[in-house]
C-alpha cells in the first residue's frame, strides 16, 4: 500500500541503499524525504521510535525570521519564512496561522516604534513568500481586547505578527515519513546503528541491531548520514573521530500547565528584570504550554531531567512576567527536557546554525557526513543543504505529491469509541499495521495524541487493549522526555 511504513529489517537488510540515515526525528525523517524526492532510495535506521526524543518536545510553533533579523542574520530569517510557508501549504490540516501577541511597555528594544521597524522588516524579507497576515503594533486599548490579563500599568502596545501553530508534531512527523516510504524510502524504527561498515577508508554501509530481538543486520549503502540529534557527536566519535562543533549539549524544557490559556493567540512575555528572556506561552488543547527555558548542561549528555528548583525559577520568570497566574509546581502536568546545541560548552548561548560535516573531506571514512541542527522550522531546508553537500546540485528535487493517509482519521477514534466499537478498531488497526507501531506508547504518544490531551478520556490505554490486545503495553521508548526545540 502507498505510504505504509513497513517494518521489516530482514527483508530490508537485503537490498542495496544509496544513502543510510541515523536518526528518525524530524532531520532524519526530512533528510529521508528530501532524498527520495531526488529519486534516491535512502534506508532510516532509529534506535527508539519515530521522533521520540528531540522532536517530540518542541513547543509546537513553527517560528518565522523575526528573531533572526534582530541578529541582522538574514539568510536564516529568509529560511524560516520560506519553510514555515512549506508546512502551511503542504500540511494546512495540521499547520494553521498562529497570531503571536507582545505586550510593549518601553523597556529595552520592547519600544513601539523598534517593533514597529522590526515588523516592517520582516515583511521586506518575506516578499514573494507571503502566506499569513501582515504584522502591525496594537494601540493599549486594542492590546487589552486581544489579552483581557495583560498588566495595564506602563502598556503601550503590543507587536502582532503571525508564525504557525502544529499542535499535532508528532502526526506531523509520520505524515512526513510516510510520504518518504511512499517515494520509496525504507524507514526501520528501534533499529540502532552500531557499526559503520567500510573498505579501503570508503563507507560501504552501516550494521544495526534490533533493539526489540537483538538481532544485527547490515544495510549496504555508498553514503552514511548522522543525523542522531543530541547524540550525533558521539555517533562521530564512534564511526570516524569526536568533533566538538558538532553539538556542545545544553539544557532546555518547556512545560505544560493545567490552565486555561490566557488568550487564543501564543503570548511573547518576559520578566521586567533587564536581559530577561522571552518565554512563549502557547493555548495547547485547551491549556497552556510554556517554554523555553534554557540552562547549562555542566554534567553534559549524562546529566539527568532539570532540578526542580530550575522548574521553580521559570514558573517565577512567568509569574513575574504575568502578574496575576501565581503559577506553582503542582500546575506542571508535564516537562519536555533534553538537550539543544550551544555554542560553548558549559553555557545555554544556543548555536544559531546548522553544521554539515563532510567526514571524507577531512580525512575520515569516504562517504560519512555528520548533520547538526537547530530547529525544528528549517530541517528540511537543512536537508536539503546536506543533499547539495553530499551529491552536487546535479539532483533537483522533484515534484511530489503527498499520499493518501490517516491524517485525521485518528481525531474520528474518541467520537466513535462510545458508539460503534468495530469503527474504533479498524481505526487502531490501521494505524498499528500501516506505521510500524510496536507498542502502546507509539500510538498513544506518537501516532496520535490520545495519551497526552488533556481532555482524552483517562481509559483510553484499557480501551486499545480491548481492541487491540496484541499492542505491548509496554514502554518500549522509555524516558519519553527528550529533547525540545527552539521552535
Known amino acids: 500500500m502507498v505510504g505504509v ?3 521489516d529489517p530482514a527483508g530490508a537488510a537485503g537490498r542495496h541503499y544509496d544513502l543510510a540515515v541515523i536518526g528518525g526525528g524530524i532531520y532524519g525523517i526530512s533528510l529521508a524525504l528530501e532524498a ?38 538574514l539568510r536564516s530569517a529568509r529560511d524560516s519564512v520560506r519553510e514555515r510557508r512549506w508546512y502551511l501549504r503542504t500540511f494546512p490540516e495540521l499547520v494553521r496561522p498562529l497570531a503571536c501577541v507582545m505586550p510593549l511597555y518601553g523597556r529595552g528594544l520592547r519600544r513601539p516604534a523598534v517593533l514597529r521597524a522590526a515588523l516592517l522588516a520582516s515583511e521586506a524579507l518575506s516578499a514573494g513568500l507571503r502566506s499569513l497576515p501582515p504584522g502591525r503594533v496594537l494601540s493599549a486599548g486594542e492590546t487589552a481586547a486581544r489579552f483581557p490579563g495583560v498588566e495595564t500599568d506602563g502598556l503601550r502596545g503590543a507587536a502582532l505578527w503571525y508564525d504557525a501553530a502544529m ?26 546503528a552500531t557499526d559503520l561498515v567500510q573498505h579501503g577508508g570508503r563507507v560501504k554501509g552501516v550494521r544495526g541491531t ?101 522548574i521553580r525559577r521559570f514558573l517565577e520568570d512567568l ?27 558549559g553555557t545555554c548561548r544556543l548555536a544559531l546554525r546548522e553544521e554539515i560535516r563532510d567526514h571524507g573531506g577531512a580525512g575520515g571514512p569516504a562517504g560519512l557526513f555528520s548533520v547538526s541542527g537547530v530547529k525544528f522550522t528549517t530541517a528540511r531546508r537543512v536537508a536539503e543543504r546536506a543533499l547539495e553537500r553530499i551529491y552536487g546540485s546535479s539532483r533537483p528535487a522533484e515534484p511530489s505529491v503527498r ?45 496520535t495524541d490520545w495519551g497526552l490531551h488533556p481532555g482524552a478520556p483517562p481509559d483510553i490505554p484499557a480501551r486499545i487493549r480491548e481492541l487491540r490486545p496484541q499492542i505491548p503495553d509496554r514502554e518500549v521508548a522509555p524516558g519519553l522526555a527528550g529533547s525540545p526545540t527552539d521552535d
Open 5 to 7: 511504513i513497513e517494518r
Open 36 to 73: 527520495t524526492r531526488r529519486g534516491l532510495r535512502p534506508v532510516l535506521l532509529e534506535r527508539r521510535d519515530f521522533g521520540s526524543g528531540t522532536t517530540w518536545n518542541n513547543l509546537r510553533i513553527l517560528h518565522g525570521g523575526l528573531r533572526h533579523l534582530q541578529r541582522l542574520d
Open 167 to 192: 499542535p499535532d508534531s508528532p502526526r506531523l512527523l509520520i505524515e512526513m515519513a510516510r510520504w518518504a516510504s511512499a517515494g520509496g524510502a525504507t524507514l526501520l524504527n528501534y533499529l540502532e
Open 210 to 310: 534490533d533493539s526489540l530481538t537483538g538481532d544485527s543486520w547490515e544495510f549496504r549503502a555508498g553514503v552514511v548520514v548522522n543525523c542522531a540529534g543530541p547524540w550525533c557527536r558521539e555517533l562521530a566519535a564512534r564511526f570516524d573521530r569526536d568533533i566538538e562543533e558538532l553539538f556542545r549539549p545544553s539544557l532546555a524544557f518547556n512545560v505544560l500547565l493545567d490552565r486555561a490559556p490566557l488568550a487564543d493567540a501564543a503570548l511573547a512575555v518576559e520578566p521586567p528584570q533587564p536581559g530577561s528572556r522571552t518565554c512563549f506561552v502557547v493555548p495547547w488543547k485547551g491549556r497552556m504550554l510554556a517554554g523555553t527555558y534554557h540552562a547549562p548542561r555542566p554534567g553534559g549528555m549524562a546529566a539527568g531531567p532539570p532540578e526542580r528548583e530550575w
Open 319 to 345: 509569574n513575574e512576567a504575568l502578574p496575576g497566574l501565581e503559577l506553582g509546581e503542582p500546575d506542571v502536568t508535564r516537562v519536555f527536557w533534553g538537550l539543544l546545541p550551544a555554542t560553548e560548552a
Open 403 to 447: 499520499p493518501p493517509s490517516p491524517a485525521l482519521l485518528w481525531r474520528e477514534f474518541e467520537n466513535v469509541l462510545g458508539s460503534d466499537p468495530e469503527a474504533a478498531r479498524l481505526i487502531v488497526d490501521r494505524l498499528v499495521e500501516e506505521e510500524a507501531v510496536m507498542g502502546l506508547d507509539d500510538l498513544l504518544l506518537r501516532r
